[in-house]
């Protein structure tokens, strides 16, 4: 099965940036389209972005457009987000995830639709 791992996270100030990655082990990402979500404490669980195979359109939530940006390198099995212009409301876990068996081209924002995921990175945006 895959196994993904998110790196990149910490404490940074409003305004400052981060970049987060995830790295997986087993099958590599060809083919799959790729996502990120994130939850604060004591909040539902919130789609950041997601990239499709292929043409490697990107998609993002209302909440971050304009200030992140995902992206992929399939050689090196890796997906990342660069976070810039960070808010405190920005603070929460941050996981990668997969869908397997998305069709070429596709993506979606519920994450009901990934069969795999990370264990998470922390992102603490201070005030």
């Known amino acids: 099965q895959v196994q993904l791992v998110e790196s990149g996270g910490g404490l940074v100030k409003a305004g400052g940036s981060l970049r987060l990655s995830c790295t997986a082990a087993g099958p590599t990402f060809s083919g799959y389209g790729m996502g990120w979500f994130r939850q604060a404490p004591g909040k539902e669980r919130e789609f950041v972005a997601a990239?499709?195979?292929?043409?490697?359109?990107?998609y993002y939530g209302d909440s971050v457009k304009g200030r992140f940006t995902i992206s992929r390198d399939n050689a090196k099995n890796t997906l990342y987000l660069q976070m810039n212009s960070l808010k405190p409301e920005d603070t929460a876990v941050y996981y990668c995830?997969?869908?397997?068996?998305?069709?070429?081209?596709?993506?979606?924002?519920?994450?009901?639709?990934?069969?795999?995921w990370g264990q998470g990175t922390q992102v603490t945006v201070s005030s």
């Open positions: 990239i499709t195979w292929g043409a490697g359109s990107t």
């Open positions: 995830a997969a869908d397997s068996s998305v069709l070429i081209g596709a993506w979606s924002d519920l994450g009901s639709e990934y069969d795999y």
